[in-house]
């Protein structure tokens, strides 16, 4: 065997070398990735918290006190108990009545706003999404209505343009779109949860509205005549019936890819079982 061959084959035993260290050196700092808030000194030499990503917005891996989660367990039953009987009402009303997309509830926790406590979320699919919070003992319906202020009735969705919710995990923001005359003004409202009332209210002083139609007269109304000019660029923009720069406009926006469905997605059975293991856990 000449010494160029055998160059290379020293050459290539060298690089696997070199591949085996990486990958058992990647899969070590991977099993040493910390799964629960460990203590740390950082660069300044002071103690820090480090939080790993998924307990930052998992709240099934996090650890919730019992007390909240057996709340939110007792609020579920009390939401079953209640649509079987408001669904039953309706059967004896409408025996021809379909109501198959009306049956059908789903939950979910998450870390809506920045503390610890996690949320609550009921979906009734295809209709309507609810959020709760919890303070001192108490679950709080946090989408309350000032008119009716006692009903649970939750968010609509599904009509107008209005195709649900979504929020960012840990970031105190909810947002929703919605659009008028099939599209040509387009509505984005963002919510946040104040601590103060435990409710969801307007996060800006407005909501933002984008016209995508072109504005012949410049009346701030779609006209009959304008009903067929739509257009995938903005031509205006309004809040509060005022007309704003692109530049003002960006004060009522959230820019963030970490935008989530609001929304429940396990049925009664799984969700209750998933916190009944966490309190099992403890």
Same mark, same amino acid.
């Given at each position: ?18 591949? $085996? ?18 203590? @740390? ?27 909240? #989660? ?28 379909? #109501? ?10 998450? +870390? ?23 303070? $001192? ?19 609509? +969705? ?27 003004? #387009? ?13 969801? $209210?307007?996060? +800006? ?56 469905? #609001?929304?429940?997605?396990? @049925?009664?059975?799984? +969700? ?11």
């Amino acid at each position: 065997m000449n010494k160029k061959v055998i160059g290379i084959i020293v050459a290539i035993l060298v690089i696997l070398a070199v591949v $085996a260290v990486c990958v058992y050196l990647g899969n070590k700092n991977k099993a040493e990735e910390p799964t629960t808030p460990v203590v @740390v000194i950082n660069e300044s030499g002071d103690e820090e918290i480090v939080v790993p990503r998924e307990l930052e917005t998992d709240p099934y891996v996090s650890n919730v006190p019992n007390e909240i #989660l057996d709340a939110y367990l007792k609020k579920v039953d009390d939401i079953e108990k209640k649509h079987k009987e408001e669904l039953a009402a309706l059967m004896e009303e409408n025996a021809d009545l379909d #109501l198959t997309s009306l049956s059908m509830l789903k939950y979910d926790l998450i +870390f809506f706003d920045e503390d610890d406590i996690p949320e609550l979320v009921v979906t009734n699919t295809g209709n309507n999404t609810r959020l709760y919070t919890y303070d $001192a003992g108490k679950v709080i319906y946090a989408m309350r209505d000032e008119d009716a202020p006692d009903e649970e009735a939750g968010w609509t +969705f599904g009509a107008g343009g209005n195709h649900g919710y979504e929020f960012i995990p840990r970031g105190n923001t909810l947002r929703n779109y919605n659009t008028d005359y099939a599209g040509l003004i #387009l509505y984005t409202g963002y919510f946040k949860l104040y601590n103060e009332t435990h409710n969801l $209210a307007d996060k +800006f002083d407005g909501v933002l509205c984008e016209y995508h139609f072109d504005d012949k007269n410049n009346n701030g109304e779609v006209d009959e005549d304008e009903m067929d000019s739509y257009t995938d660029d903005v031509t205006a923009y309004y809040v509060n019936n005022k007309k704003i720069t692109e530049e003002e406009a960006k004060n009522y926006l959230v820019i963030s890819d970490d935008f989530e469905p #609001l929304e429940g997605t396990k @049925v009664v059975e799984e +969700f209750r079982n998933k916190l009944l293991n966490l309190v099992n856990e403890k």
